[in-house]
């Protein structure tokens, strides 16, 4: 079984900076990629941001050059720093781990919770 867990939400005003924290455990043979997603009620999941397993981040057009995502290999953790937040960042944020169980296992998609960002005056 593996688990990935956030922390780290929570309410902040706009230009505020928040730090989400992502951890993934359990039987893991290797991870792909690592990263996170919003989403907001009536709209789908989209990427915020992603690092593979080179450590070549990529970034949604709206968040780039405000938030950096940094991933540690050897804790299974990979972290997002949102600066300058915005109102529209507002969105439940999910971790993503793309992980491999076993060397002949097929890579699977494995999510966390989700946590809550509110970006409001």
């Known amino acids: 079984q593996v688990q990935v867990v956030e922390s780290g939400g929570g309410l902040v005003q706009p230009g505020e900076s928040l730090r989400l924290s992502c951890v993934a455990s359990?039987?893991?043979?290797?991870?792909?990629?690592m990263g996170w997603y919003r989403q907001v009620p009536g709209q789908q999941r989209e990427l915020v941001a992603i690092?593979?397993?080179?450590?070549?981040?990529n970034y949604a057009d709206s968040v780039k050059g405000r938030f950096t995502i940094s991933r540690d290999t050897d804790k299974n953790t990979v972290s997002l720093q949102m600066n300058s937040l915005k109102p529209e960042d507002t969105a439940v944020y999910y971790c993503?781990?793309?992980?491999?169980?076993?060397?002949?296992?097929?890579?699977?998609?494995?999510w966390g919770q989700g946590t809550q960002v509110t970006v409001s005056s």
């Open positions: 690092v593979n397993s080179g450590g070549v981040p």
């Open positions: 359990g039987s893991i043979f290797r991870f792909s990629t």
């Open positions: 993503n781990a793309r992980i491999r169980v076993t060397p002949s296992s097929p890579e699977l998609n494995y």
